[in-house]
Nanobody, 120 residues
Framework: QVQLVESGGGLVQAGGSLRLSCAASGRIFRINDMAWYRQAPGKQRELVAEITSGGSTNYADSVKGRFTISRDNAKNTMYLQMNSLKPEDTAVYYC??????????????WGQGTQVTVSS
């Protein structure tokens, strides 16, 4: 079984920065694509940024130039550096990883989420 755990959320003023982490543990053989999603109250969950195992990245238009996704494959950890935060970035942020286990099961694993609140 594999677990993803997010950390680093909190309350920050508009214009501030936060760095989220997503650490994976368990019977991991490999983690392929990883991604950050967010869900604001009353809204659908949306993709924020994604990164392949080789480091290729893709961002939602709303965060381009402000957020940076990265990963450390040796540590099975993914990061999201969020700068110039806006009140509309307020949401629960979730990480997702396409996990291959040591028994070669292959599935999407989600974290439990971390709250990010940006005050104006």
């Amino acid at each position: 079984q594999v677990q993803l755990v997010e950390s680093g959320g909190g309350l920050v003023q508009a214009g501030g920065s936060l760095r989220l982490s997503c650490a994976a543990s368990g019977r991991i053989f490999r983690i392929n694509d990883m991604a950050w999603y967010r869900q604001a109250p009353g809204k659908q969950r949306e993709l924020v940024a994604e990164i392949t195992s080789g480091g290729s990245t893709n961002y939602a238009d709303s965060v381009k130039g402000r957020f940076t996704i990265s990963r450390d494959n040796a540590k099975n950890t993914m990061y999201l550096q969020m700068n110039s935060l806006k009140p509309e970035d307020t949401a629960v942020y979730y990480c997702k990883g396409l996990v291959v286990t040591t028994s070669f099961a292959n599935y999407d694993s989600w974290g439990q989420g971390t709250q990010v609140t940006v005050s104006s």
